[in-house]
């Protein structure tokens, strides 16, 4: 077409060639991918990435070979020497698969690599090859013009494809990385995670062969992660009224659920879309993870998009987020993988960007965004739920525990050394009493009111080492030797000691027990029970201010080995805004009082497999019910810890 | 002749009490405040000794085993304050008559007459030992020969069996 006069044409400079190829790809691994990525778009069922890294004898060589339709010279100007031209999706679709390119710049990664690139392509129609040898040195110059650099070829049998046969071999020399190990692990690391492991495009493989190394050489494999703590698998199916249908399922989840949910972003362009996402609890094993590194990646028909999932790209904002909130977002990044999957078909409005990182920044794609970090969030809120919540509630149950057992570790040994301290001047008090009435005696002094004193101070010397024997057996929790005991006999002793000071108060103590009621328990519980509870009792009477009979009854019955203590008084009862928490410790509103007898109470029924509980009339009275099972001696030892 | 009787506790008020109470008893009775007091006292004859658990510096019995090295045929009656209560008064007993063969152990508090009871029984009654152990004991103490031991022995037998 002649110029016309009225018009300007845009012309490129040679030098385009080398922007894109040179500096459009990140990195060597990247322009590999790219050139994987055509070799699929031409059909090919197999690529083969030799390598030959350079040393001091030869200068080294990458060599990709595929197997796919190969060009005949006239698809080859048409397609390779076309820049930015490209016939995908439509018109090239080869094996029914949907193509990965569609920009046409991607022949150009190969100058990234090296300074040549050899061109050996067949079509299975032809029974000649076409050899094109591409310098990229020569588009260097910026002054000449894109169609000024010639590019030789010629048409040849091509050795290594056999006369039916077809495909491409891309041969690149002047290589300008060293390759190393190293790198070349790296390249493997890129092309396992190429491949999208849950929906791996169907009759594709990549084996990648280095010379002289066996542990690089192989095909690539990347196998899926199957379960973790907390897996998610979301499908979204966006139906006529815009809902979104999820679905769940993980180890934490033993049934699949399924929900229906509305996007708070418009979903639409997102139907079809699918994402398994998998959450370790504390950072998975290689085993577990299958190699991969975490992130959430997307697949499109079933190849990478880089930089997603990537340690560079936060995209989804999990890093952020748990560098902002700490303790409050669940979600630890480095234990995160998700595996996000879109389609050219379904999604349109998903594009790459020209260097092959990220997509372009449509609606779709912050839609994407958007409702990926929904999903997260809700990943999240369960984590914390099924996981994170129930863990640190053991955890602090289990600091709790072990707290109080510390608590009544060092209230045992404490009590222990107070009962030595305690009994020594007790032993002098009681025998000094003693004295003093033998002494009396000899002094022909025989009085009943000096021997009953004598008596008491016996006595009370007894119950004061009673107590000291109780504090020290209830802090050393072992409140559980079990033992036969006859419960009338024991409730009428102790109520013997408190007639005395009941009388004193004005207050009747009376009793309805049975000549014997044998039971199976720990009698230090019992006690230590009675005399709480009688005491609560007594005490109660203090607010009573009218003239009516002050009674407290104390009762035992059995009934299928359950023996059941009632303590009732005919006080005021208990006021209702204490009712509640009776049992707490701290609770007392009485002046004087720890609070913690009723509690104390409350823990050891408990620990004897017993219940307290009360009844209280306003200004009628209250009764405390004590049940407290017979323990038959080996199936049912009372725990002291269960509480 | 009263019987003997020596008290060994490391508290003053405990040692004085139970002094005075033993005297009205009509015991003879003589109060040491430590193991060397009460070791340097077994120099005389005591029939039953009365001995705190837990002293300074050496417990009650290994002050007992070593009393018993002089006097080889007390009765013994250990006392503690200390608390144990895995175990009750009969079990202890029990335990230290199997180690130092104490004849009884009390629980402090205790009372006078239980006390006074428990020493008078004992007393009323022969000491209650293995005789092998008691002629091994005059042995250790007297640095005699096996055969006088055992001649010891014999005649402890004998004794004890007249007294029947």
Not at chain 1, 132 to 157: A, C
């Amino acid at each position: 077409m002649p110029p016309r006069s009225d018009q300007l044409e845009f012309e490129a400079s040679a030098y385009l060639q080398t922007l894109i190829g040179r500096e459009l790809f990140r990195s060597e691994e990247l322009a590999i991918v790219e050139l994987v990525k055509n070799a699929y778009d031409s059909g090919a069922t197999r690529v083969v990435i030799r390598v030959r890294p350079p040393s001091l004898k030869e200068p080294g060589e990458i060599e990709i070979h595929d197997d796919g339709s190969g060009m005949t010279l006239e698809e080859f100007r048409r397609l390779f020497m076309f820049a930015g031209y490209s016939e995908r999706p439509a018109e090239a679709q080869a094996g029914g698969r949907v193509p990965t390119g569609e920009k046409g710049i991607g022949r150009f990664a190969s100058d990234r690599l090296g300074e040549r690139l050899l061109v050996l392509t067949k079509t299975s129609s032809d029974p000649k090859g076409l050899r094109v040898e591409i310098d990229w040195g020569k588009f260097k110059n910026r002054r000449k013009r894109f169609h000024d650099i010639t590019v030789p070829y010629s048409e040849e049998p091509i050795p290594g494809f056999p006369p039916s046969g077809s495909g491409t071999i891309l041969r690149i020399t002047g290589l300008r990385e060293p390759w190393s190990g190293k790198q070349l692990e790296s390249l493997r690391h890129s092309l396992a995670q190429l491949l999208d492991p849950y929906h791996r495009p169907a009759d594709f493989e990549i084996d990648v062969q280095v010379q002289g190394s066996e542990v690089l050489t192989g095909p690539i494999r990347q196998e899926p992660i199957s379960r973790s703590d907390a897996d998610m698998e979301i499908s979204f199916r966006v139906n006529s009224e815009g809902l979104v249908e999820r679905r769940r399922r993980g180890r934490r989840y033993p049934m699949e659920q399924r929900e229906t949910m509305h996007p708070s972003v418009d979903a639409a362009p997102l139907s079809g879309l699918q994402g398994r996402f998998f959450y370790f609890i504390v950072r998975p094993t290689r085993q577990q993870s299958k190699g991969l590194l975490p992130g959430v990646r997307v697949y499109r028909d079933g190849f990478r998009i880089e930089p997603f999932g990537s340690e560079r790209a936060d995209w989804l904002g999990v890093a952020e987020k748990r560098a902002k909130r700490a303790g409050h977002a669940h979600i630890v990044p480095s234990r995160l993988f998700g595996f996000v999957t879109i389609s050219r078909k379904e999604h349109p409005d998903l594009k790459d960007t020209t260097s092959r990182e990220a997509l372009v920044d449509t609606g779709a794609a912050r839609a994407l965004v958007n409702v990926l970090r929904e999903q997260l969030n809700f990943l999240e809120s369960s984590i914390q739920t099924d996981i994170a919540q129930p863990r640190w509630d053991e955890s602090r149950r289990r600091k709790v525990t072990e707290f109080e057992r510390a608590k009544l570790q060092t209230l045992s040994i404490m009590s222990l050394g107070l009962a030595h301290e305690l009994r020594q001047p007790l032993q002098s008090i009681r025998t000094e009493a003693a004295v003093i009435t033998k002494r009396l005696k000899q002094l022909a002094i025989d009085d009943p009111y000096i021997a009953s004193a004598q008596k008491n101070i016996d006595q009370s010397i007894e119950r004061i080492d009673g107590n000291i024997r109780l504090i020290a057996a209830i802090s050393a929790g072992s409140t559980d030797d079990v033992c036969a005991v006859d419960l009338a006999k024991v409730l009428s002793d102790e109520c013997q000691l408190f007639k005395t000071r009941c009388a004193a108060l004005g207050i009747s103590l009376d009793t309805e027990l049975p000549a014997e009621q044998w039971a199976e328990l720990n009698s230090t519980t019992v006690t230590a029970i009675l005399i709480n509870l009688l005491q609560n009792a007594i005490d109660a009477f203090t607010e009573v201010r009218d003239d009516r009979s002050r009674r407290i009854l104390v009762s035992v019955t059995k009934q299928d080995r359950t023996n059941r203590i009632e303590v009732s008084d005919n006080a005021y009862g208990i006021p209702p805004q204490v009712q509640g928490s009776i049992f707490k410790r701290f609770a007392s509103k009485k002046t004087g009082g720890w609070g913690v007898g009723l509690y104390n109470c409350q823990l050891m029924a408990r620990a004897h497999g017993g219940e307290i509980s009360f009844e209280t009339r306003d200004r009628l009275g209250t009764t405390f019910r004590v049940k407290l099972p017979d323990v038959t001696s080996t199936n049912a030892r009372p725990n002291p810890d269960s509480r | 002749m009263p019987d003997r009787i020596l008290i060994v506790d490391d508290e003053r008020l405990v040692l004085e009490g139970w002094a005075r109470s033993l005297e009205l008893e009509g015991f003879v009775v003589e109060a040491a405040q430590t193991p060397e007091e009460a070791l340097n006292k077994c120099e005389e004859h005591f029939d039953l000794v009365l001995l705190d658990f837990l002293m300074p510096r050496m417990n009650g019995v290994e002050l007992l085993a070593r009393i018993r090295k002089k006097l080889p045929l007390i009765r013994s009656v250990v006392v503690s304050g200390k608390l144990d209560i895995s175990a009750d008064e009969k079990q202890i007993t029990d335990d230290l008559k199997a180690t130092v063969e104490a004849d009884a152990y009390l629980h402090k508090p205790v009372a006078d007459e239980k006390l006074v009871a428990t020493i008078r029984d004992l007393l009323a009654k022969e000491p209650s030992h293995d005789w092998q152990k008691i002629a091994q004991r005059v042995t250790d103490a007297r640095r005699v020969t096996l055969s006088q031991a055992k001649e010891a022995a014999a005649k402890l037998k004998k004794l004890r069996r007249r007294g029947r």
